[in-house]
């Protein structure tokens, strides 16, 4: 079985984040760049973590998980560092269909979060299925390298120019294939030797 890659718009949904630690403050970090409405419940908060409550876009609850944490969340991330109850968690999420990622035991929960790689509107996840999120991070340094920040601008000169070609009503494969086209040669242009004379 392989995993469903999908782009989810987090915009004022509610997750919460079970545990207060490094893990915790990662996810917390990926979550609210895409938009999400986060709570944190645990008994001890990183400083990383309650500095955020100020923005508004997260709120803290000091003390142990309780069911009633996942009234109304359409995500959560079990993050404490007792196995039990990030199972617990996991099991009460289950049963109410609230997706659920589990840090510490990835087959108890359902989905679980890629290394990313951002320039500009261009979004590269990469992932190993759980088998080992090092080697995930390291892939994604290692395209970082490839992928510079021209690429941001790649994508908007060619939103720009698709725009224009859905406004003139032109046929997909007509927009395809010069869409194609022009993002082939913007590529090539970038990885062409300079010309320094
Ligand atoms: C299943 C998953 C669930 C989830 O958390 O979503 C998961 C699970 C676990 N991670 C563990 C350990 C480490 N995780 C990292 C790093 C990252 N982990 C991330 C994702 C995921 N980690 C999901 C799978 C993603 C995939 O496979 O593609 C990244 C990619 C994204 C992110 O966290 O946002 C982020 C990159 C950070 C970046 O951006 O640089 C490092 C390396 C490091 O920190 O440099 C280590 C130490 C080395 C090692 O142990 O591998 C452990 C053992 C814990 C223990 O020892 O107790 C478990 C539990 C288990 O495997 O059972
Ligand atoms: N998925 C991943 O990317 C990684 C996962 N891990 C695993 O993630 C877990 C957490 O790791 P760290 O954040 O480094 O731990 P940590 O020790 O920094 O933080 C643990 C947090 O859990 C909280 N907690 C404990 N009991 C709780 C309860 N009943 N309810 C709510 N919160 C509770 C603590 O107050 C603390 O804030 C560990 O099990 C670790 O093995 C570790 C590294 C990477």
Do not use: W
């Amino acid at each position: 079985m392989s995993y469903l890659a999908l782009n989810i718009d987090m915009g004022k949904r509610a997750v919460l984040i079970v545990g207060g630690g490094k893990v915790a403050a990662r996810k917390l970090q990926t979550l609210r760049e895409a938009g999400a409405v986060v709570r944190v419940v645990a008994p001890a908060v990183l400083p990383a973590i309650r500095e955020q409550e100020a923005s508004g876009a997260v709120t803290i609850r000091s003390g142990g998980y309780e069911t009633a944490d996942l009234d109304g969340v359409t995500l959560v991330v079990a993050a404490t560092d007792d196995p039990a109850v990030n199972r617990r968690v996991a099991l009460e999420a289950g049963e109410r269909s609230i997706l659920v990622s589990v840090a510490d035991q990835p087959e108890a929960g359902d989905c679980h979060f890629p290394a990313v790689l951002r320039r500009g509107g261009l979004e590269i996840a990469v992932s190993t299925g759980g088998r080992c999120p090092a080697l995930a991070a390291e892939v994604r340094d290692a395209i970082a390298g490839m992928i510079g920040n021209d690429y941001a601008d790649i994508v908007e000169q060619l939103a720009a120019d698709r725009e224009k070609l859905l406004t003139e009503g032109n046929g997909t494969t007509y927009n395809k294939a010069i869409l194609r086209t022009k993002a082939r040669c913007l590529i090539a242009e970038l990885s062409a030797p300079k010309d320094i004379s």
